[in-house]
């Protein structure tokens, strides 16, 4: 079921990324379009070199220099958008904040005031599980800790896209499992529209309602996948044929992309005698 | 386009230049108007004049010999007692838990602030000079030695272990030469430290070299002069300065 | 020698905190002894090494004198004026080098060269333009401070972790929140290294002038006291004053290590 483009919360048109670069011009993404319904958990997923994280910053805002649009609830967006909600893969929290401080981030910008922030940081804390960590520093905090943290914190600008990129990527197997629940779960409760940027096709089958497929650079949308599974997405589901069909498709369409890329790299790595 | 010029070496430098000459342009400009006070600043151009009056009538090339020969004394003593210093704490772990931080404490310490001290027991001649600049640069060297030396990387050490070198030979041939470039950079800080004292000192208390030189002109109400003497001080540490880096910089590949 | 033995056993054994200890007043007490017998050996000219005892009784009289804590304010007063100014405008342009990479290339080469430079060689300019005064003083502090701060402001900002700026320009936050809670927080580090230069480095150019022409402040006390050869006084005055420069060097270092310490 295609997303109707007039309901829809966000929409991309036609966007095109070129990087000019010391080897000539490159286009990381191309004609890239798609619309997003609201509620809806959206995943792009792709090869390395797919462009992925060029388009997290385009709808995110910070990168502006493109050609196509992308638009918030209609209005076409300039720069970070205040409904769009970022996060980012590496390290992001303030590491000279307490977790209750970074978590209020958001709310101190706009000028919200002390107690009703901090009140409001605690209910997005314990929304993450961190409840009782307010006051400890992200130094003494594990990594997957600190991911939720920075995720707290985004969702504590209550914003009406939650746009992650590979947020679990730093993360071993066994946390980013348990993370991946607990984002569906808020996700759930929140009824947020999210886009999840990732490589892990498992991960982006579980969570999603539709999967974006990259080809490889130049990005462009290879294929557009509805997964109907029902949800809770509980083991007994990941365990089923449906699902294992679904991570087929997906992976076929991402092993041509993927052996391009390589191909790519080798021949390059043979023209330079030295990695790209 | 910003992009680029920002890329580029030589439009920020030549930017940087123009700035510079600028102001001096400006500076001249709004003296000759008396705008700007000239018995208090003395237009650039009278300053120009004031250097190669400088060059040509102070004397200049003695007074630049005794302030090197003071850099070089003070030089050398602290190379050789700051590396030995370094080598025999790093060797006594009791030795260096103990003197390290009072020698990083040492390093931070004001010694130049001692220097009526230093008179009385050397007098007001070269002597106290160089030993300001010794005791104030001493303790950068032997602080790098023993970073040098303890920091060396431990496969390095483990090569010399598998070939069973003894204690003198591991320590000729690995620990030493490993710490080398930290040693080069303690014996530059320390150069560095010693000049600024020393040039200080001589203006001070008026004796040496080029310090002096400054106070004399001041002393002689020699407006343009001072400027032009300060200048022309300035310049010679600047160019002390860049020349370490080079030789730095040269050597380093022998690492 | 069998320095490698050594280094292998001594990983084994650390020495002992009390043998340390031990060491260093071991070694505190050699040095006073040495001192107490050069200074009664008449080997050196009169004063030039008095004894312990006479140096204590200085110090005592010193601490105990009104007129030496108007000094110490005189001179703690341009201290803070130096750092102020000059701390104050290389914070602000170090901000700017830091932020822009066409002016760093431009203009920071400069700072970095002339920043090893003896700086008391200004005082005679410093007392045309501002008098024989105070303001002189703190000119030429200001002076000396001001290049160590601006370059590790400058190098501090290249430092910051770029994510954390992305964090807040997806907040959209305004540039001075930019500047007031992500970069300044984040560059806490060089900043407290940047003072605690910035500070030595004032209070030796502030205490230098004044030991060349001034006549109060701590830098006088000492010029003076070498005047009338009044070598216990003198030696009182380094003393003291070398105990309140390494204490405040060590209380920033403290403060600053103290942050981080919350933090790790």
Same mark, same amino acid.
């Given at each position: 079921m295609a997303a109707d483009r007039d309901s829809a919360i966000l929409t991309a048109d036609d966007v095109t990324v070129? =990087?000019?670069?010391? %080897?000539? +011009?490159?286009?990381? +993404?191309?004609? +890239?379009? =798609?619309? +997003?319904?609201? $509620?809806? =958990?959206?995943? *792009? *997923? $792709?090869?390395?070199?797919?462009?992925?994280s060029t388009l997290f910053n385009v709808i995110g805002g910070l990168l502006t220099s493109h050609q196509g649009t992308v638009r918030v609830a209609g209005e076409i967006i300039s720069g970070p958008h205040p409904s769009i909600g970022m996060v980012f893969q590496e390290e992001s929290t303030f590491p000279w904040r307490t977790v209750s401080d970074n978590v209020a981030f958001p709310l101190e910008l706009v000028g919200m005031p002390k107690r009703k922030r901090i009140e409001r940081a605690r209910r997005f804390i314990a929304m993450v599980g961190l409840a009782g960590f307010e006051n400890r520093y992200p130094g003494e905090l594990s990594g997957g800790m600190r991911q939720r943290v920075a995720l707290a914190r985004t969702l504590a600008s209550e914003p009406k896209i939650l746009l992650m990129d590979e947020p679990f990527a730093a993360l071993d197997e066994q946390t980013r499992l348990l993370l991946g629940d607990k984002v569906l779960q808020i996700q759930q409760q929140l009824r947020q529209t999210t886009l999840l940027i990732t490589h892990n096709i498992t991960e982006a089958v579980q969570m999603s309602d539709r999967i974006l497929v990259m080809t490889y650079r130049p990005g462009r949308v290879k294929r557009i996948v509805d997964i109907n599974l029902p949800r809770p997405r509980d083991s007994e589901i990941v365990?089923?044929?449906?699902?294992?069909?679904y991570v087929a498709q997906i992976w076929n369409d991402l092993r041509e992309e993927a052996s391009r890329g390589m191909r790519d790299a080798e021949t390059h790595a043979l023209d330079h005698e030295a990695p790209p | 386009m910003s992009d680029r010029l920002s890329r580029s070496r030589l439009a920020p430098a030549a930017a940087g230049l123009a700035a510079v000459g600028l102001g001096l342009a400006a500076a001249e400009i709004m003296i000759r108007a008396d705008w700007i006070n000239r018995f208090i600043v003395p237009p650039p151009s009278e300053v120009a004049r004031g250097i190669s009056r400088i060059v040509l009538e102070e004397h200049i090339g003695h007074r630049f010999l005794l302030t090197a020969g003071e850099c070089l004394a003070a030089g050398l003593m602290i190379t050789v007692l700051g590396v030995a210093a370094g080598v025999l704490i790093h060797r006594f772990r009791l030795l260096r838990q103990a003197t390290e931080t009072w020698i990083a404490a040492w390093a931070a310490a004001p010694v130049v602030l001692a220097y009526p001290l230093f008179m009385v027991i050397f007098g007001r001649n070269a002597w106290t000079i160089i030993m300001i600049g010794f005791v104030a640069a001493l303790p950068p060297v032997i602080l790098k030695t023993i970073e040098g030396l303890s920091t060396t990387r431990k496969v390095l050490v483990d090569v010399g272990r598998s070939f069973n070198l003894t204690g003198t030979q591991q320590f000729w041939k690995i620990l030493f030469p490993a710490a080398l470039p930290t040693i080069f950079v303690g014996v530059r800080l320390g150069l560095i430290f010693a000049l600024i004292n020393i040039v200080g000192v001589e203006f001070l208390i008026n004796s040496g070299g080029l310090g002096q030189l400054i106070n004399d002109?001041? %002393?002689?109400?020699?407006l343009a002069g001072t400027y032009a003497a300060i200048f022309f001080v300035v310049l010679v540490s600047v160019a002390f300065f860049m020349t370490l880096e080079r030789i730095e910089r040269w050597l380093r590949p022998i690492d | 020698m069998a320095a490698t033995d050594r280094l292998t056993a001594n990983a084994r054994h650390e020495p002992h905190a009390a043998s340390v200890t031990l060491l260093r007043a071991a070694m505190i007490l050699a040095l006073l002894a040495l001192w107490e017998f050069?200074?009664?050996? $008449?080997? =050196?000219?009169?004063d030039v090494v008095p004894s312990l005892l006479a140096i204590g009784r200085a110090v005592l009289a010193l601490l105990s004198r009104e007129n030496y804590y108007y000094n110490l304010g005189v001179t703690a007063g341009e201290v803070a004026a130096a750092l102020a100014i000059g701390g104050g405008t290389g914070l602000v342009v170090g901000l700017v080098l830091g932020s822009n990479r066409f002016l760093a290339r431009a203009f920071e080469p400069y700072l970095y060269y002339l920043g090893p430079t003896p700086k008391i060689i200004f005082f005679p300019v410093m007392i045309m333009w501002f008098g024989v005064d105070s303001p002189s003083k703190v000119a030429l502090g200001s002076l000396s401070c001001f290049f160590p701060v601006a370059l590790s402001v400058a190098a501090g900002m290249r430092q910051i972790d770029t994510v954390l700026i992305r964090v807040g320009r997806s907040f959209r936050a305004s540039a001075l929140q930019m500047v007031t809670k992500i970069y300044l927080p984040a560059m806490r580090h060089p900043i407290m290294n940047g003072v605690r230069l910035g500070l030595g480095v004032a209070l030796i150019g502030t205490l230098l002038a004044e030991t060349k022409l001034s006549n109060k402040g701590i830098g006088f006390l000492i010029i003076n006291a070498y005047s009338t050869f009044d070598m216990p006084r003198m030696y009182a005055n380094l003393i003291v004053l070398f105990v309140l420069a390494i204490g405040a060097n060590s209380l920033i270092g403290r403060l600053g290590g103290a942050a981080t310490a919350a933090r790790r």
């Open positions: 070129r =990087f000019a670069t010391p %080897e000539g +011009v490159i286009t990381a +993404v191309e004609d +890239v379009s =798609f619309a +997003v319904e609201p $509620g809806e =958990f959206l995943s *792009i *997923i $792709g090869p390395s070199g797919c462009g992925k365990g089923s044929e449906a699902f294992g069909r | 002109l001041a %002393e002689r109400y020699d | 050069l200074s009664h050996t $008449g080997w =050196f000219y009169r």
